[in-house]
């Protein structure tokens, strides 16, 4: 985050910022405003309170940092933490020092992980809180620890609170590895009791947001703004018309609308293989996922056995949704990369079953081929033969075994080695990645410094793409107005705003042109 000084990558974080500072100053959420329809924002309710439309776990967890002026900390000490979790689950596999901290750096020195986690969006809690209830169920099946059943419970209780698709995804996984950990009753009953708890508040939250224990401010923005923006296929019923449209907020609506229509049920294969490709990609280097397929092997050890029903679960729960940025598979990776470490480490300790073996080499080779670009249909019509071949000669002499293990180990090991060479060239490219609106972004910050002194109301006036982009929202806006208090231009209509604030000067900026102008009785607009 150095490099972009901390500015928000996407809309929704300045959301998420403006939630965790309302829970900061012991609020859940700000009261209804005069005017609202000046103050509305992408990902923003205005009514019937001032607040982000998001669960309140991922703003919980800044909160306290954003108290202390310094919201960037918890990302970037969450993005670590969700490393050093990966390397204790790859202890708990028995896999020795290097190879566990192999998947740590996987994890972190990942180019679109490092571009895209540790920001202000909640995917980084989620994995963070996913990955604390893997670690802690693997322990509570191997100590017998009702203490950290409830840990891990209580970790998929925040991630119930922060992501529901997670904490679904999570939870299925946690049931599997209590079954066949056969944990004891009283293991059940503290894990799931967390839960029980965190939907309570969940819906004490929305009573208290909403004023409907039954509806989150998630529905009620698709309600008052997009239908579209949720799960389902195809395009949304005609009878489900959102009653606000605002211009400035009309492009991000129309996008919502479009994607939807375009993501039907018969594509659903299509938009997984396109998914599952984007997911790879998080690896420094793609052909790390033979390591992932590999570490199936290790199916039954109750960290595997968590991580490949939470990657998959998850992967097809978020199918149901039509949005698929690249941030969304962060969730998704820390899985299939503890999926990766025990791979390596069933390749490197030596696998005694011939058609593994040979399957291994065969995938390995397939690998390469990629990190060659050699073509791909040499490469298959080879790997089938090497695969016919060494199966069969595996099977009848007894010594083949022990040399074609050796040949998986090293090539593994090659395949980490090549990946640990990739990682820095990766991560120096995130120095230079910028958001094409990072610009916009930052002038817009140094004017609102620039005005604090002047107790400006300012006015904002732009394209509708120009206008996303802007941080539109007001922290503290009704209990501690902010300097200055931003709104929307609505032409005539701005003099009823600045009625409510006599004391403030009214101003405009045009953010296409990027000037500033007084208004008053007589100012030309």
């Not at 891990?152 to 066949?180: E, N």
């Not at 299939?336 to 058609?355: E, S, T, W, Y």
């Not at 019509?381 to 293990?405: D, H, K, N, Y």
Request: charged content about 15%.
């Amino acid at each position: 985050m150095l490099p972009r000084q901390a500015l928000p990558f996407v809309t929704d974080e300045f959301a998420y910022l403006l939630q965790a500072d309302t829970f900061a100053h012991g609020a859940l959420s700000l009261p209804a405003l005069r005017s609202p329809e000046f103050f509305e924002a992408a990902q923003v309710l205005v009514t019937p309170r001032y607040m982000a439309k998001y669960l309140p776990g991922n703003a919980l967890a800044i909160a306290p940092f954003s108290a202390l002026g310094a919201p960037w900390l918890w990302p970037c000490l969450a993005f670590g933490a969700c490393a050093a979790l990966i390397f204790l689950a790859g202890r708990q596999l028995g896999a020795p020092w290097p190879i566990a901290a192999f998947g740590a750096a996987a994890f972190s020195m990942s180019k679109p992980g490092v571009l895209m986690v540790p920001t202000y969006l909640s995917h980084c809690t989620s994995t963070l809180a996913a990955l604390g209830a893997l670690v802690l169920a693997a322990r509570a099946v191997r100590l017998r620890s009702a203490g950290s059943a409830a840990g891990a419970g209580a970790c998929v209780a925040f991630a119930l609170l922060t992501r529901p698709y997670t904490a679904i995804a999570c939870g299925l996984a946690l049931a599997l590895v209590f079954l066949v950990g056969r944990a004891s009753s009283r293991s059940w009953r503290f894990a799931f009791a967390p839960l029980i708890a965190a939907a309570a508040l969940l819906c004490a939250f929305n009573a208290a947001t909403t004023g409907s224990w039954r509806k989150s401010a998630w529905q009620l923005y698709a309600e008052q703004y997009s239908p579209a923006d949720g799960p389902g296929f195809g395009p949304v019923p005609p009878q489900a018309v959102a009653p606000r449209r605002p211009a400035h907020l009309r492009w991000l609506l129309d996008d919502y609308e479009r994607d939807r229509v375009g993501y039907l049920l018969p594509d659903l294969p299509h938009h997984a293989l396109v998914r599952a490709d984007a997911l790879v990609n998080y690896f420094p280097l793609r052909a790390l996922v033979v390591l992932s397929l590999l570490g199936l092997v290790a199916a039954a050890q109750p960290p595997v056995a968590f991580a490949l029903a939470w990657l998959l679960a998850l992967f097809g729960l978020q199918l149901t949704f039509h949005a698929s940025p690249p941030q969304y598979h962060a969730e998704e990776y820390a899985p299939l990369v503890v999926l990766a470490v025990a791979g390596l480490h069933a390749a490197v300790r030596g696998l005694d079953k011939p058609i593994l073996l040979a399957l291994l080499i065969s995938a390995q080779l397939l690998a390469y081929s990629f990190v060659w670009n050699v073509s791909a249909l040499p490469a298959l019509a080879l790997i089938a033969l090497l695969f016919s071949l060494g199966t069969v000669a595996a099977l009848q002499r007894p010594r083949l075994p022990a040399f074609a293990a050796a040949v998986s180990r090293y090539g593994s090991l090659l395949l980490a080695v090549a990946a640990c060479l990739q990682m820095p060239q990766r991560v120096a490219e995130v120095g230079g990645a910028r958001s094409p609106h990072d610009g916009l972004r930052a002038r817009f910050a140094a004017l609102r410094e620039e005005l604090r002194p002047r107790h400006a109301l300012l006015f904002v006036r732009g394209t509708p793409q120009k206008m996303l982009e802007l941080p539109l929202v007001n922290l503290g806006l009704g209990v501690r107005d902010p300097e200055p208090i931003v709104a929307v231009d609505l032409g005539p209509r701005d003099a009823e705003l600045a009625a409510q604030y006599p004391d403030r000067q009214p101003l405009l900026l045009d953010a296409d042109a990027w000037t500033v102008q007084a208004l008053g009785p007589t100012a030309t607009r």
